[in-house]
């Protein structure tokens, strides 16, 4: 299934996930297994946040961009349509490109 991931933009051009164990680097094209990391602040929803459209208005887009991905082994989340609508929380996700 596809869907669209908003990344931290590194100053070196690698990408970072937003919040939950933030110092991880990701590549395109590899699969990443979800890990599960309590983080103190955030609600405990294991697995990727991804969206069903790039649409995520209570998320600051400084520093960010939109990443088409390809997710595998997932649920679908409702949240309000402020924090996307509808995500997808993945056991598996592939970063395919960035959304122009």
Not at 35 to 52: D, L
Not at 67 to 72: A, G, H
């Amino acid at each position: 299934m596809i869907g669209y991931k908003l990344f931290r933009l590194m100053k070196d051009g690698s990408l970072a996930p937003l919040f939950i164990n933030k110092r991880q680097r990701l590549q395109h094209n590899i699969w990443y297994d979800a890990e599960a990391h309590k983080t103190k602040g955030f609600a405990f929803r294991p697995g990727w946040h991804v969206c069903c459209e790039p649409i995520a208005p209570h998320l600051s887009e400084k520093n960010r961009v939109w990443y088409k991905v390809e997710v595998e082994d997932f649920k679908y989340f409702e949240r309000p349509i402020q924090q996307g609508k509808t995500w997808m929380l993945a056991n598996k996700m592939r970063i395919i490109g960035e959304v122009t």
